[in-house]
Structures are given as structure tokens and as C-alpha cells.
């Protein structure tokens, strides 16, 4: 009797700890630990399943999941911008999820088509400006930075960084790649100085009058203020009388190869929740993908928006021919 008891005590415990292991979630984050970290500690505490995540840039971890294959450890790939996203699933890195969570919570515009990834937060790249030279008035589009009136006081980011390749991609979408071209080589024209390797430098020089006007991400723009509450800088929503704002997003899919996808599925489900949706919002000044979750308030104090609605996946698909565009009309 006594070692029918022990044999069930073990297979009880033994029953646990498989369960306990088939309920955990391994990540890949091209996030940074102090965002995500919070938000997998809350969903931890939320259902019980421990979330293991391993974090580096988005090209070593997208090259470590396809030199893994079948054998890697990761269920959910989490990374920034969509071109990166769908590069993630035209390398065949990623699978299909059917989800009613998912499609009822994030708008078709901010999620793949085949539904291989998901948007969880949005990042709108618009225009800034000093307020101390310009009145917004005089603010309209992307498209009109390139006018000539704008010579010797533009300023933007490197070329190089994906945000300003899929904010090209976009308008290779939307206006065809040679009037694409053209814009892009009138920003070139117009630029008061060499492109910035950041957001938060190309600001602070709109800021100090180094240029009057530039093209950055909000979240950037609502840290620098943070910081400097008083630097003469505002927000401009671009393109609001036409398709509206460029936006992309951070997001997330489920590994082609996952261990546990159902479990990965559950995370990616909670992620686009308001719970998990306003700590994205109020960790790093990101909006909801959601649209049924209001932004954090000081968000909401930039004001209202419309959208590009054009589907993010164009910033992947077009890439290549963005990133060729940009090197003929020497955009550095």
C-alpha cells in the first residue's frame, strides 16, 4: 500500500512538471528585455505559463531560426517593423495561425494577409518641427518635403534603418517607384545637413534650428520630450487630407517549427488584449494595435490621426526596390 501511494505521489508530480513544461512558451525578441520582460512577467502571473525569451537584433535571430530548423527552441518570433516581419515569413520562418482573438483585435491593414504575423503595437513615422521657425500651417505632406521651398531645412535619418526603408516602400506602393524617386531625390536636395543615425539626433537638431523640419517615429519624439520638456519641437500629422500617416509595426508570429504553437498562439492572443496593450503603450509611447484600446495620455495630448491603411506587408514586399531607390538618388 505504502509504495502504491509513493508510485502514485511520483506520477502525480511527474504529470505536473510535464504539464508545467508543455505550458511554456519560448520567444525570440528583436525587443528590448526592459519592454518585453514586464509584459511576460504579467502574462505569467496572469495564467501560470512561464515565457522564456532569448533577445538580440532581428537579423542574427531570424539567421539563428532558419540555421536551427526543426530543432530550434523558439515558438513566437517577436520583432519590430514589418519588413522585418514579413521578411521573417518569406523565409518560410513562420506558420499560419487561425485565430477569431487575433482577427477580431487587429485591423487587416496591421497584419499579414496568410496571417503568419500579427501587429501588436503601432509606430506612426510623421513630420516635426521647430516651433520657433514654422507654423504648421505651412505642413502638409511627406511628398511636399520635397519641394524646393524646403531647401537647406530638411533633416532625416540614415537611409539604412529599416523605418525609413519601409516609409519608402510605401510610397513605391502608393505612387508607383519613379514618382517614388523623384520625392525621395527632392528630400536629398533639401536636406540641411548629412542624415542622422537616429531619430532622437535628427529631433534635437529640428529642435536647435539646425534644420526647421524632419521626418521621425513618435515614441521618439514623446522620450526626447519627456526628457526635454521645453525644446521648441511639435508633432505634425502628415498626409491627413490624402491616405493619411505612415504607420508600421512591432508584432509577433508563431515559428514555423514551435514545439508548443498552440501555447505560442495563447501569448500572441494576449498580447493583442488591452491588458498587454496598454502596458505596450505605456512602457515605450507605442499605440495600440488594438483599436478598442485607447492610447496612453500623453498620446492622446498629440491628437487624432488617420492612418495609411495601405497593408503594412508593402514595407516587405517593396523593400529591396526602396533600398535601391534611395542608393540612385543618394540617399545615404
Known sequence: MKNFKLRFLFAAFAALAANAWSEEVVVYSARNEQLIKPLFDAYTRQTGVQVKFVTDKEGPLMERLKAEGANTPADALITVDAGNLWQAANMGLLQPVHSKVLQANIPAHLRDPQNQWFGLSVRARTIFFNTQKLKPAVLSTYEDLADPKWKGKLCLRTSKKVYNQSLVAMMIEEHGEAKAESIVKGWVANLATDVFADDTKMMEAVAAGQCEVGIGNTYYYGRLMEKKPTLPLAIFWANQAGKGVHVNVSGAGVTKHAKNPAGAQKLIEWLSTDKAQNL???????????????????????????????????????QAAAVRLMDRAGYK
Do not use: H
Open 280 to 318: 505596450f503603450t505605456d512602457l515605450d509611447l507605442e499605440y495600440p494595435a488594438n483599436p478598442a484600446i485607447k492610447a496612453d495620455a500623453r498620446l492622446q495630448a498629440w491628437g487624432p490621426f488617420k492612418q495609411n491603411l495601405i497593408n503594412v506587408t508593402k514595407a516587405g514586399e517593396a
